[in-house]
């Protein structure tokens, strides 16, 4: 039996700015394996499919799947994505950049109990502009999707989320002097390389915006 995942969403749009013209769709699965994981992008339309489980901790094992076709077209190759043990958190390019959002997710009007709003990263269009969107240090590009298979986790060392230059790239331009000079004046392990602490705002704003009423699901 194949089970239809939990499916988030959110978006940012932007008429100059590829980078703040996304998608953020994010597949709720506990111990996805990521062996078995196929997730499958076309400008149009994702297709994901996967086991999922561990019996040990608890997550009996299941088949999970679904289809989707978008609104408007997507760039795949600009596309990125992150996996976890609970999560597949994908960050989908818009492929026309303008001021607009999308008024849903998918081309047709759908009633689906597993796809909902993310009202975590969600905010009104006219506010985004003061909203930082998620950092993608640590995000995997897509590339050609035949799959996507591999190690959970690839985003970059644990615990190194917070130091800017430190994803997969590496140090970056990070000034190791001013760093260690830091540290040797209090600065602890809460303090970022530059003094400068994150300011929260990408999640700050995302309870004032509601989405299109036709995304919301109905009261039962």
Known sequence: MTTHPEVLWAQRSSNTNDERNIIYLTVNVPE???STLECNLTSTSISFKTKAGNPEKG???KSYAFD???FEEIDPEKSL?????????????KKEKKEEFWPRLTKEKVRNAFLKTDFSKWVDEDEQDGVAVEAEDDMEAMGEMGGMGGMPGMGGMPGMGGLPGMGMGGMGDMDIE?????????GGAGAGPSGAADDGSDDGSDDDGLPPLED?????
């Open 178 to 186: 001013k760093l260690m000079a830091q540290m040797g004046q209090g």
């Open 216 to 220: 919301v699901e109905p009261a039962k």
């Open 32 to 34: 996805i394996q990521a």
């Open 81 to 93: 994505r992150r996996l976890n043990t609970r999560s597949l958190f994908l960050t989908l390019r």
């Open 68 to 70: 989707l076709q978008f």
């Open 59 to 61: 997550f009996p094992e």
